[in-house]
């Protein structure tokens, strides 16, 4: 299976610190794992899931779409603006 990322995501991973970095790789690797662990998306966002974690006191999103060959990470950050973003 292979792991896939967007612009978005690789834009918004970079910055963040290392200790958050620790819990997103954690977090992909339980969608890799049970990619059903998101919630899927309805109307505009169909086919997206996103999966809700803790990071460091703060409550993360990280949006993806999969198969069974690969999973494909669109965005991840804090709620706030996080779906306007993912639209685009």
Not at 69 to 76: D, F, G, I, T
Request: charged share 35%.
């Amino acid at each position: 299976m292979e792991i896939k990322q967007r612009p978005s995501f690789k834009k918004v991973y970079k910055k963040l610190h290392k200790n958050q970095l620790e819990k997103v790789d954690d977090a992909i690797r339980s969608i890799a794992e049970d990619p059903l662990l998101g919630k899927e998306k309805r109307g505009d966002l169909t086919s997206v899931f996103v999966y809700k974690f803790d990071c460091i006191n703060q409550q993360f999103l990280l949006a993806y779409q999969w198969s069974e060959e690969y999973r494909l990470l669109l965005l991840v950050g804090v709620h706030e603006n996080f779906y306007k973003k993912l639209k685009h």
